[in-house]
């Protein structure tokens, strides 16, 4: 124990998503799982600034700002105040010639230049007239305009009393990415502890409120969530079946020998984890609060029925052996799972399940306990014999009533499970509303529909993202598309801006042709000798790179849509649909569109991804491979009942309750509307490890004798009845509380093994046999 406490104290803890999902994606499924893990997305925070009025949230933004960015922790906080925008027209107005798409050779021939000049010239009594009137002398074929428009098709946010605000006006944005890694929640949480500070700062009269937003908030929320919601429950769930065991053994010291078996698996089942995996997930750690449901049985069948230890042993063991092995048959398929997740929870629960089952025959013995008094529990067993009489009397319409939920089951299997990670999503729906809410004001774009482009090198990448842009114009043509987001709009290739850059003349060319452009316009050549610096400048420049969009509100869109892989570069080209595209149609956008994406340019991969068609049919893939798993266990356990029973009659009559318990659940599920989810079904195997002790004990050991029977153990029937049913609501304690946490996998959990435990109990008594069945040799 000591050795284990030694390794939980070093191990990694983790409460971000990875660990559901799957460890081997294909090369599709891994452009979203490493965009959750470690993409630019998962370290972006969106912020919002509520109340007061709009020159109190525009003053806070740009104190928050000012504050962030002097802090280091960020790679770029932007907001549209002062200091953004005056970083972002230089890099325009440096850039332009870079970034226009209309500088072509052709555009700075003669002709060209004639006509560029002349439409800036008739722009000019237009609204843009002053805009314009300033930068005619370097700018007079409009090339910061061209380059505007351009990046205006980027849904930028709209601006407010100088800093970026929502559409209605009634909320101040802003947008950081932080330095530290999205599965680093210890150094994220220091980061949104930071940035509620310097508001506070920024916010003395306390009118205004801060609302944050983005992955590291979940991240840190889920784990804020988990840990109080484990704690919580986990001491009203201790202290509940603490008090029911005390109220049964009128023994402190029974009681804590009772919890050594409990706290001993926890503790192995965490080290296990640890030692197996590179980090603990904090939903393992959760699940540790059940293990108390089934590993607490263990000691109450001995604290309860070991009267004569050595009969216990020898009589009563072997039944709780075979119980506590079909539950490690269940569990231990799991470990085959590709969600690290799944397979943490099957380590787990074989772990701590053996553990505490070690401890409970090799320990427990040796430890100064005293058996219940008969005379204690006698009411309780004689209230079970009765019960299980009755349930016998119901046995048939109990088989007729499990048909029915089996058919409830099959006709409505498409809607019993969910496909996606909705049901695994930790952060309540207020938070995910105002997710959806700070994106949108912040014109962030929608990945629903979204191309994208691969290739070995970041600059392959942009290149071939441009040529899909331009596959792609007759869909934005015929309006099947309202547009297209790509990095190379912000960062073109260098291929592009090389040839960008070698459309311009030199210096004595430029004045050559614009002497004869300038005819018949009223600008006189000389006016416009800032703009051949300015070109002239421009042919000789660096060409544009990331490490210059840094601090700019452009380096956003390129970090969130030029992503690195480990085999190369991808871009993302997210799709603007027309609102009010249906299913189907969009179905026949992406058709064409993948059409319009073949052949790809040589060394690039180029393809149509709809994220939630994606992520529906990856989860259904491996939901499904779970399933598979979960039906190969429960094959392990009929075989292992087969072989260690060496009766069908006994078999059936161990398997069918754990089958009807199951199938009642999940018919409980579908009639509730719930879609049940990956730990639901971890869930339904818990149903099975519980209850196998119950349809063993009742079909090996306590049959329906009268009630002052004995068994072939020699130990009082009633002892054994009365274990049976402490151990039962131990487990519905120790489980339904779960059914109250905020967390939807702590509920899950909850709320499937709780009535399941019941209905399991229930169903082993309808299906016992009539009298006791002698013990096996």
């Known amino acids: 124990m000591i050795a284990c406490a030694a390794v939980v104290a070093t191990s990694r803890y983790s409460t971000d998503m990875s660990a559901f999902l799957p460890k081997d994606p294909d090369a599709r499924q891994r452009l979203l799982v490493d965009q959750i893990r470690e993409g630019a997305l998962s370290r972006m925070i969106l912020m919002g600034i509520d109340g007061g009025t ?64 002349a439409n800036t010239v008739a722009d000019l009594t237009g609204s843009a007239g002053l805009l314009l009137k300033n930068l005619l002398p370097r700018d007079p074929t409009g090339e910061l305009v061209r380059t505007l428009e351009a990046i205006a098709g980027a849904n930028m946010p709209s601006s407010r009393d100088g800093a970026w605000a929502s559409a209605d006006g009634d909320r101040a944005l802003l947008i950081t990415m932080t330095t530290a890694a999205g599965t680093d929640t210890d150094a994220q949480e220091r980061t949104l502890t930071d940035i509620q500070t310097a508001f506070d700062a920024a916010n003395p009269d ?139 929870l099957g380590a787990y629960s074989v772990a701590g399940l053996l553990a505490a089952a070690a401890v409970t025959r090799f320990v427990l013995p040796a430890l100064p306990t005293a058996p219940v ?38 006709q409505g299997h498409s809607r019993l499970w969910s ?7 930790p952060a309540p729906m207020d938070l995910q509303k105002l997710d959806a809410d700070l994106r949108k004001d912040a014109g962030a774009p929608a990945l629903q529909h979204m191309v994208v482009v691969s290739a070995s090198t970041q600059d392959g990448a942009l290149r071939a993202a441009e040529q899909i842009e331009q596959r792609l114009q007759p869909l934005m043509a015929s309006g099947r598309i309202n547009g297209i987001e790509t990095p190379a709009r912000f960062m073109p290739s260098l291929a592009t801006q090389q040839a960008r850059r070698n459309a311009l003349p030199d210096e004595s060319e430029l004045r050559t042709r614009l002497s004869a452009a300038l005819s018949g316009l009223p600008l006189q050549a000389s006016r416009l000798e800032p703009f051949v610096k300015d070109v002239g400048e421009a042919r000789s ?107 069908p009659i006994q078999v059936l009559r161990v398997v069918l309750p754990l089958a009807g318990a199951v199938v009642l659940v999940m018919a409980g599920h579908l009639l509730g509307g719930v879609r049940m989810t990956l730990l639901h079904l971890v869930g339904l195997l818990l149903i099975t490890a519980v209850g196998s002790n119950y349809a063993l004990f009742f079909n090996q050991r306590v049959g329906a004798a009268g009630p002052e029977a004995s068994s072939a153990a020699g130990i009082p029937r009633s002892a054994a009845l009365a274990s049976l049913a402490l151990a039962n609501v131990s487990t519905m304690i120790g489980f339904g509380v779960l059914s109250f946490s905020k967390v939807p996998v702590l509920y899950a959990i909850g709320t499937t093994v709780g009535p399941g435990a019941l209905l399991a109990l229930l169903l082993a008594m309808s299906w016992s046999a009539s009298e006791p069945i002698p013990d096996s040799p």
Not at 81 to 110: C, K, M, N, W
Not at 314 to 328: E, F, H, M, Q
Not at 377 to 390: D, P, Q, T, V
């Open 54 to 117: 709009p020159e109190a949230r525009a003053d806070a933004s740009r104190a928050l700002a000012a504050k962030l960015r002097a802090s280091g922790e960020f790679l770029g906080v932007v907001n549209g105040d002062e200091a953004s925008r005056e970083r972002d027209q230089e890099l325009l107005l440096h850039y332009r010639y870079i970034l226009s798409p209309g500088v072509t050779a052709e555009r700075f021939s003669e002709a060209g230049l004639h006509s560029a000049i």
């Open 206 to 344: 306390g009118k205004l409120s801060l609302r944050m937003s983005g992955t590291p908030v979940f991240s840190v929320h889920a784990r804020s969530t988990i840990k109080s919601e484990v704690e919580r429950l986990s001491l009203i769930g201790s202290l509940t079946i603490f008090a029911l065991l005390f109220a049964v053994y009128r023994s402190l010291r029974n009681v804590v020998i009772g919890l050594i078996p409990v706290a001993s698996g926890i503790l192995v089942a965490i080290a296990t984890v640890g030692l197996g995996f590179d980090t603990i997930h904090a939903i393992t750690i959760g699940f540790g609060t059940t293990l108390i449901g089934e590993s607490i049985d263990y000691s109450i069948y001995y604290l309860v029925q070991a009267h004569d230890p050595e009969a216990w042993r020898r009589n009563y063991w072997p039944t709780i052996r075979l119980g506590v092995a079909t539950s490690i048959c269940g569990f231990v398929v799991l470990l085959f799972s590709s969600f690290p997740g799944l397979a943490q």
């Open 373 to 410: 008094p008969m005379k204690r529990i006698a009411w309780l067993g004689e209230w079970m014999s009765r019960l299980s009489a009755g349930a016998r009397w119901l046995r048939w319409p109990v088989a007729v009533l499990t048909l029915v939920a089996l058919v409830i089951v099959v």
């Open 419 to 425: 496909q996606g990670l909705s049901g695994l999503n």
């Open 541 to 647: 420049a660096p060409l544009l790179t990331a490490e210059v969009l840094h601090g700019t509100s452009f380096a956003f869109a390129v970090q969130s849509l030029l992503l690195p892989r480990k085999d190369g570069w991808s871009v993302l080209m997210p799709l603007r649909l027309p609102e009010g595209t249906t299913a189907a149609e969009a179905a026949a956008i992406k058709a064409e569109a993948s059409k319009l994406l073949e052949p790809p340019a040589p060394e690039t991969e180029a393809f149509y991804l709809d994220l939630e068609e994606q992520a529906t049919s990856m989860f259904g893939q491996y939901l499904q491979q779970a399933l598979i798993l979960s039906m190969i266990g429960g094959l392990c356990i009929v075989l292992l009942l087969a072989w260690a029973l060496r009766n």
